[in-house]
């Protein structure tokens, strides 16, 4: 059952972004999330700075295809394994990538903790 959570959480982000859809993308994250959008930085500080990051993705990416797979996860944390290709619109850049999420989900469903770590190889 606990993966399945996962699972559910993960196919439903992952489509919404495949779909550019990224108002419902940050329906799978909860209000407080504790969102890293690269390991290195701090997190975001509010709802707001994890919104502007998503509503760009619409106007900058199209032609997404992913696929993932649940490598770990306990009552606290789930690692996935994640590919994804790509074009960036403006540059028509494909791209591959290959990330991992580390991502807590609260009993509602909701993503409460997300840090991410990705590989983009680029091509014209």
Do not use: H
């Amino acid at each position: 059952m606990l993966k399945e959570k996962y699972e559910k959480w993960t196919k439903e982000f992952m489509e919404s972004w495949k779909e550019l859809d990224w108002k419902r993308t940050l329906e799978t994250l909860d209000k407080n999330v504790e969102y890293y959008e690269n390991p290195i930085d701090k997190p975001c500080q509010n709802f707001e700075e994890v919104t502007n990051l998503w509503n760009i993705v619409a106007d900058n990416q199209k032609d997404i295809s992913y696929e993932f797979e649940i490598i770990s996860y306990n009552e606290n944390a789930c690692i996935v394994n994640w590919q994804m290709t790509r074009t960036m619109t403006k540059s028509e850049t494909k791209q591959e990538i290959d990330g991992i999420f580390q991502v807590s989900i609260n009993d509602e469903g909701k993503c409460t903790y997300f840090k991410q770590w990705r590989f983009t190889r680029e091509s014209k």
